[in-house]
């Protein structure tokens, strides 16, 4: 199963860009793991994990609209992983989530 459940803060407007006349939306979303601490009283500190966040179609349309940096998202999806080569021939990997479904909340 391959599916992925994300609460966090939009870090970029979304770009849009038309692959074959479907829009398709991307942006940074960044979901935060509260400080703790363990067992034998270690302080875990608190940690921002950065996502590629894919949008398409209709929900592409809607990222164009209403969706901005700050905004509070709530996303459902799928992750994929990319493998290209550059101009200078290096090899890039992205890792990106697939919106299946997405909620905006509040600021």
Known sequence: ???????GNVGS???????????????????????????????IPERTEW????????AAEFAEKYIRRGSRLLVEGTLRTRYWEDRNTIKRTITEIYV????LLGR
């Not at 199963?1 to 609460?7: H, R, S």
């Not at 398709?24 to 363990?38: C, G, H, K, M």
């Not at 299946?100 to 909620?103: A, V």
């Open 1 to 7: 199963m391959n599916k992925v459940f994300l609460l």
């Open 13 to 43: 407007d979304p770009q849009i860009r038309y692959v074959e006349r479907r829009p398709v939306a991307s942006f940074s979303l960044a979901t935060n793991e509260a400080a703790r601490q363990t067992a034998n009283g270690a302080t």
């Open 51 to 58: 996502h590629n966040i894919v949008m398409t179609d209709q």
């Open 100 to 103: 299946e479904r997405y909620e």
